[in-house]
């Protein structure tokens, strides 16, 4: 008969259920030295893409990327337009197109080499006169309250319904509306943004 003290019995436990038992285990005393980083995993530009492969280190943050980090190129018009909604017989917003144009200003201030066409439109009830005396004062509530958010007046051109005007031909027809009709330079490079103020696509709707 003999006697086990604890570091042997506790050895002689582990080994009913363990192939191998350590009495005396060493120290881990020193640590591996760092590996030196060989690639950049920052994103400078935010857009998702690390550094190491993004061949497009200052995408602008609302286009579409490739997965080079690069923003797609549209090819379309470098035109886009949105629809101002009036009542019937009205010449002021409500609060909620009121919104939507403060949305448009701040897009424009984003692109400022832009220039915004604001083509009045009125249904076809009433006179010729006074339709378009309606028209320019529609004209007139969107142009001020753009102003008012810091759009320079220059960009911003005024056009009716009944003369020769940047209206896209799929929306002529006369409505209760305004048309603001947003234009690019000729050599201004578009590129495909995930969602604008003058998209109606419904990326996350703000209003």
């Not at 038992?21 to 030196?36: I, R, S, W």
């Not at 051109?157 to 005007?165: I, L, M, P």
């Not at 799929?170 to 330079?185: F, I, S």
């Amino acid at each position: 008969m003999f006697l086990l003290n604890k570091k042997t019995a506790f050895c002689v436990f582990l080994s009913f259920y363990l192939s191998a038992c350590v009495t005396e285990p060493a120290l881990y005393t020193q640590q591996d030295p760092l590996q030196k980083q060989t690639r950049d995993l920052n994103d400078i530009d935010l857009d998702g893409v690390i550094n190491e492969r993004d061949s497009c280190d200052e995408t602008p943050s609302d286009a579409v990327i490739n997965n080079d980090g690069c923003p797609e190129l549209t090819g379309r018009p470098k035109v886009k337009y949105r629809v101002v909604y009036f009542g019937f017989d009205k010449d002021q917003l409500n609060e909620k197109e009121q919104k939507r144009t403060i949305e448009m200003a701040t897009f424009l201030n984003k692109y400022p080499e832009t220039n915004l066409y604001l083509i009045g439109d009125t249904s076809d009830v009433g006179s010729e006169e006074y339709n378009k005396k309606l028209a320019m004062r529609r004209i007139n509530t969107v142009h001020k309250l753009l102003i008012e958010h810091n759009v320079k007046a220059s960009r911003l051109k005024k056009e009716v319904y009944a003369f020769k005007n940047h209206l896209p031909d799929y929306l002529k027809g006369r409505q209760t509306r305004l048309v603001a009709v947003l234009q690019w330079p000729e050599d201004y490079k578009d590129y495909e943004v995930e969602w604008t103020i003058f998209t109606e696509k419904n990326k996350k709707m703000l209003y």
